[in-house]
């Protein structure tokens, strides 16, 4: 851990986590650590995901999530702690909880295994990927596939192509999958009740009604507006301004996300819509035309900060 966070590692991914204490005990190190090779106390240490892969991190699951940044159902280890026959049941239990709590979700162990030796996965790992993308997980991983496997490339095609195939079927037929997919079901941690929340559940829901083209939030550098808007699961992309690379690279985990780096620093507060627009106009996210929403959080001296939602058209340029 301590060679890793003198690289800048942005994720910490703990195996074999069986309890809360052992989430907090990692995360006590890595503060630790971050004061013995000398970070800024204002850097971002890396997020934390537990990998859940025993019996005993299933029966202390909830505490673990709440102490977890995010959350891997490792499903190698797990199909051999617990019985084969229950590890999909597990899957579901875990990705719902993770949903409901706002954080992200890998489902990762031999999701394109056959690719490690054929060029063409089975029709059953087809099946496999398209399922955790309709019950809600916001990665999917390789493994053996891409870290010895004869076609990585190959494979990273097809899981492209798959997670694609399984999004525009889950927007285009949703009573198949999921209720809780693509903002079904918003949310419902702790933090529902904060004006953050309110915003981002707000922008999906004005996104859904206008049939927008596309999110566009303006983060500072500490804001959890970003992943409550991907918590809400829109069926759009989310285009997040973010102040640093670090920062984008610990949201690029999170559904939907799309971050763009340092356009909008040192932009007046009332310049930065319009121009947030604009730079997501130019990267090909949209176009002249499309109905946008467009969110933020904006601090102000001597008041709290303060939330902005604006729906609006793309400009046509004259």
């Not at 239990?93 to 999701?111: D, F, L, S, W």
């Not at 990665?139 to 496997?149: I, L, Y």
């Not at 953050?196 to 303006?218: D, E, G, H």
């Not at 106009?281 to 959080?297: A, L, Q, S």
Request: proline content about 5%; aromatic content about 6%; charged content about 25%.
């Amino acid at each position: 851990i301590k060679y890793g966070m003198t690289k800048d590692v942005d994720y910490v991914a703990a195996s074999f986590i069986q309890n809360a204490e052992g989430v907090r005990e990692i995360r006590r190190y890595m503060k630790e650590c971050a004061e013995e090779i000398g970070m800024d106390s204002n850097y971002p240490l890396p997020l934390l995901i537990s990998k859940i892969e025993s019996a005993s991190a299933l029966k202390n699951f909830d505490s673990i999530l709440e102490e977890s940044d995010g959350i891997m159902v490792a499903r190698g280890d797990l199909g051999v702690e617990i019985p084969i026959h229950l590890v999909t049941n597990a899957q579901k239990e875990i990705i719902a909880a993770c949903n409901a709590a706002g954080k992200p979700v890998i489902v990762a162990t031999q999701m394109l295994e056959s690719m490690a030796k054929n060029p063409r996965p089975t029709r059953a790992e087809v099946s496999d990927v398209s399922n955790a993308v309709f019950d809600g997980a916001d990665a999917v991983m390789t493994s053996g596939e891409t870290a010895k496997g004869k076609y990585p490339v190959e494979t990273v095609i097809m899981m492209n192509e798959i997670i694609q195939g399984a999004e525009k079927f889950a927007v285009a037929r949703p009573h198949l999958v999921n209720p809780n997919y693509g903002g079904g079901v918003f949310f419902k941690s702790s933090d529902t009740g904060s004006a953050m929340s309110s915003i981002a559940k707000a922008a999906v829901t004005a996104a859904t009604k206008r049939n927008a083209a596309a999110i566009l939030v303006l983060s500072s550098e500490k804001c959890k507006l970003p992943r409550f808007v991907s918590a809400n699961r829109p069926n759009v992309p989310i285009i997040v301004f973010v102040p640093s690379a670090k920062m984008a690279r610990q949201l690029i985990l999170f559904r939907g996300i799309h971050p763009v780096v340092g356009k909008l620093n040192g932009i007046s507060t009332h310049k930065r819509p319009a121009m947030a627009i604009n730079y997501a106009k130019d990267m090909g996210f949209f176009e002249e035309g499309d109905d946008v929403v467009v969110v933020g959080i904006e601090a102000e001296e001597n008041i709290e900060d303060f939330g902005m939602m604006k729906v609006t058209k793309v400009p046509i340029s004259l």
